[in-house]
């Protein structure tokens, strides 16, 4: 195997790989034998078809699906040969059999960066305040009222109002056209929770049971619904029925029926505020991690492989159109461009690249590893996550395919876990809570 190396950038490198006739002859042979056996062609017994007949009727995908072996046999070795760290599948740009017996094919390959760390530890990272305040609370409390409350259909001219519930018929439509995926009938809208938007809510506000309107709402660019988003859409709307809550009594009483082991409604607001504080904890450490990888980013610059950015971008966009699958859309029915959707997620695709390499030199300079209590912790967390038992959980792990990205995530957690332990926070009092 002869193999020449070219150096195109400083990631990239475009090998030429040429195998010989020995190696390259009898792999056809084999193909050519192989088919002989399998066809049948007129005024020839099977199996004893000429091989030069044979080319002339199979030659093309013949040479295909041998090419495509001799890359998969002799890929890896000459990689090894020259030493190179790939990062990503290679590109196989060119591959040819040669009159004179000879293979040649081109592999573009993308080689891991050489990452020189310079600040990682002490990174200096601003922490916001942990306070509940006592507004939180309450709030969290009136959301409770609002599940507990019993509906009561509004009396005769009732108009719509904060907190009632609304049942409408809705068709939405965009220069004229009735959009399919913008249509619903008997839908129940929680006036005051914005699920379908707060215009659209406050457009039902005085309307009585047997009304029927007709409005328009414009939605901003970066609207969460891509069916939606940017657009001027024309509703035509006809309430069904109004419903009123009752809401229940705030006493010790109201509670107990929230969680019956509280007695109290002092209990239950101290039961609320440990919920929300582990929940800004949770939340915090999140905030904490995405700075510390950027400030990571930031401090340590390199580049990355064009070609790993382009698989984190396909992978990024298989997921959206999963997530709209499961709402019933394709890309085309919700007006996206493929185009624009990659250009969306290139930054955030690079930075995922430089963090992930980023975490993986300086697990390699601390000697960070994974250790089979790592492993268990990230099982039970599944588990619970998904209420499945832990057998379920490391069951679907069996894979390499599912094992492999999960060992990656605990990995990197281990290492942002030391980066955290490692920085300086600034702490400093958020905007709600200094106004407060």
Do not use: C
């Amino acid at each position: 195997m002869d193999i020449v190396v070219e150096q195109l950038s400083e990631l990239t490198r475009k090998l030429t790989i040429t195998l010989p006739k020995e190696t390259v002859e009898p792999a056809l042979t084999k193909a050519y034998a192989k088919i002989n056996k399998e066809v049948k062609l007129r005024g020839f017994r099977r199996g004893k078809i000429p091989q030069g007949v044979l080319e002339n009727n199979f030659k093309e995908q013949t040479q295909a699906e041998v090419g495509e072996k001799l890359v998969q046999e002799s890929y890896f070795d000459a990689i090894e040969k020259q030493a190179l760290d790939p990062v990503v599948h290679p590109e196989i740009t060119e591959h040819t059999f040669k009159d004179d017996g000879t293979f040649v094919y081109v592999a573009m390959v993308d080689v891991k960066p050489q990452i020189e760390l310079k600040e990682y530890k002490g990174l200096e990272v601003e922490k916001v305040a942990l306070v509940v305040q006592e507004e939180e609370i309450d709030k969290e409390v009136e959301l409770l009222r609002r599940h507990q409350a019993a509906l009561q259909t509004a009396g005769e001219g009732h108009g719509i109002a904060m907190d009632d519930v609304a049942v409408v018929d809705f068709q939405g439509f965009h220069n004229g056209k009735a959009m399919k995926e913008v249509h619903n009938e008997n839908f129940s809208v929680d006036i005051g929770m914005h699920r379908l938007g707060k215009d659209f809510e406050e457009k039902l506000i005085g309307l009585k049971k047997g009304d029927k309107t007709l409005y328009e709402i414009t939605f901003p660019g970066d609207y969460p619904n891509p069916v939606l988003a940017g657009k001027n859409v024309e509703f035509k709307v006809d309430v069904k029925d109004v419903k009123v809550r009752i809401l229940p009594t705030l006493d010790d009483e109201f509670a107990k029926d929230i969680k019956p082991e509280l007695d109290t409604l002092a209990g239950l607001r101290e039961d609320i505020r440990q919920r929300l504080q582990q929940a800004k904890e949770d939340a915090l450490r999140g905030d904490l991690d995405d700075k510390i990888m950027h400030k990571l980013i930031e401090l340590n610059p390199f580049e990355v492989p064009q070609r790993l950015v382009n698989y984190e971008i396909q992978e990024m966009i298989k997921q959206s159109e999963e997530n709209l699958k499961r709402s019933g859309l394709t890309f085309e029915s919700a007006g996206i461009k493929l185009d624009d959707l990659v250009e969306k997620n290139r930054e955030v695709a690079v930075k995922r690249v430089k963090g992930d390499f980023l975490l993986k030199r300086i697990a390699e300079v601390e000697e960070i590893k994974i250790a089979d209590e790592d492993i268990q912790r990230g099982y039970q967390r599944i588990a619970d996550q998904y209420n499945m038992s832990l057998d379920e959980v490391k069951k679907y792990f069996k894979r390499r395919e599912e094992i492999l990205p999960f060992m990656n995530e605990l990995h990197n957690e281990k290492v942002l876990n030391f980066l955290r332990e490692q920085a300086k926070f600034i702490e400093v009092v958020s905007a709600g809570q200094a106004s407060a």
